[in-house]
């Protein structure tokens, strides 16, 4: 029996009157340093800048009584060993995107993203308002975590290729890395797929261990170099149309924190994916101008293509339907997603192409 359910049952148990006794919950005194693990090196653009600020808002906030100490990827635990490390207590918190972790369970896919699904806004609409965090924590609980959405890279591109991929039989045999539910996706199209952490990809690339890879937008992508070596870059992608970033803790490292240190967490959390959202959108066009002049082809996939990532990505999202709670996060998502598109495509979808055609016709 684990210590909360040992609690639980105790509590239970219990007599009235031994209950109208017990002393308020007892809380870690003092100041407190957290142990954070991440799944990026120290630097990389939009991923950590997510994490420092996270780690900045709650030192600021708590003046200093909570403060996390930032390990980066290979620090102390490697990549995609975060999750097991938090679960485990070999730290306290981590930052990184769930959908690494969607062999723990596939509903995590969704708290990144899936093929043709929420953008960052859309996202963020059904996590704050349409059940997505309740759906987030009764997932966490599974294995010892709290966890919230923290940072978003917003639309992720289709990403970079040596040579243009004119049909669909193009994508055959190519060596892509991708990971998440676009990468099953990606692989029912018939390209061989791998998961790379970022870290690696460039390595990868310049090796030809991978042909073509996606990471997270124009300013993080040239950060790490990739203009060096592909020369398409396809600006539209169907696998991550709002990628959301995510911290996570150990569920007794949070249950220990105090009350105030408990929302001045989430409320980092939330303020995060709002700078991060914000930092992609005002780099990224001054970015892709600058790969362009370096002699990169900015291209877009055919209908054709388009139509077989369709047909692939329904594949991959139907292969999970046989567990109960991924269907409950799947169905709670398009829910919203259906919801708030319908009312952005009349509204500010409709605003921006009018705005686009009177300003241009003026």
């Known amino acids: 029996m684990d210590r909360r359910s040992f ?3 105790s509590t239970v148990g219990g007599t009235a009157a031994a209950a109208a006794t017990l002393a308020a919950p007892a809380y870690a005194q003092g100041n407190r340093t957290l142990t954070m693990v991440q799944s990026v090196p120290h630097g990389f653009a939009i991923f950590d800048d997510a994490a420092v600020y996270f780690n900045n808002a709650v030192a600021a906030m708590s003046d200093g009584s909570l403060t996390i100490d930032k390990k980066a990827a290979g620090e102390l635990v490697g990549a995609f060993e975060v999750f097991d490390a938090v679960t485990a207590g070999q730290a306290d918190v981590y930052h990184s995107a769930d959908y690494y972790f969607g062999g723990q369970h596939p509903g995590y896919y969704y708290f990144t993203a899936v093929p ?15 059940g997505g965090m309740e759906l987030h924590d009764e997932l966490g609980q599974i294995f010892g975590l709290k966890s919230f ?22 994508l055959q045999g190519l060596k892509f890395r991708m990971p998440g539910l676009g990468g099953q996706a990606l692989g ?22 991978i042909d073509a890879a996606e990471w997270i937008g124009p300013f993080a992508d040239e950060r790490l170099g990739f203009q060096e070596i592909c020369k398409y870059y396809y600006t ?11 911290v996570a803790f150990n569920r007794d490292i949070w249950d220990d924190l105090s009350p105030a240190h ?54 991959a999202m ?8 991924y269907v409950q996060i799947r169905e709670s998502f398009e829910t919203s997603m259906r919801s708030s598109s319908g009312w952005l495509s009349r509204s500010e979808g409709e605003y921006v192409r009018q705005r686009d055609r009177v300003l241009g016709a003026a």
């Open 7 to 9: 609690l639980k049952k």
């Open 116 to 130: 043709f699904g929420g953008t960052a806004q859309e996202l963020t609409t059904w996590y704050l308002h349409g």
């Open 149 to 170: 959405l923290c940072g978003n890279t917003t639309v992720q591109p289709g990403g970079w290729f040596r040579e243009p991929i004119n049909s669909a039989a193009d």
């Open 188 to 209: 029912n199209t018939g390209a061989s797929v791998q998961s790379i952490p970022g870290g690696e990809i460039y390595q990868a690339l310049a090796s030809g261990a």
């Open 236 to 246: 539209a992608g169907f696998h991550e149309p709002g990628s959301a970033l995510s």
């Open 262 to 315: 408990q929302a001045i967490c989430e409320t980092a959390a939330v303020a995060t994916s709002s700078w991060s959202i914000a930092q992609s959108n005002h780099n990224n066009g001054a970015a892709l101008q600058r790969i362009q002049s370096a002699g990169v082809n900015i291209v877009q996939f055919s209908d054709e293509i388009w139509d077989a990532f369709g047909t692939a990505a329904k594949q």
């Open 318 to 325: 139907d292969a999970y339907m046989d567990d109960p709670l």
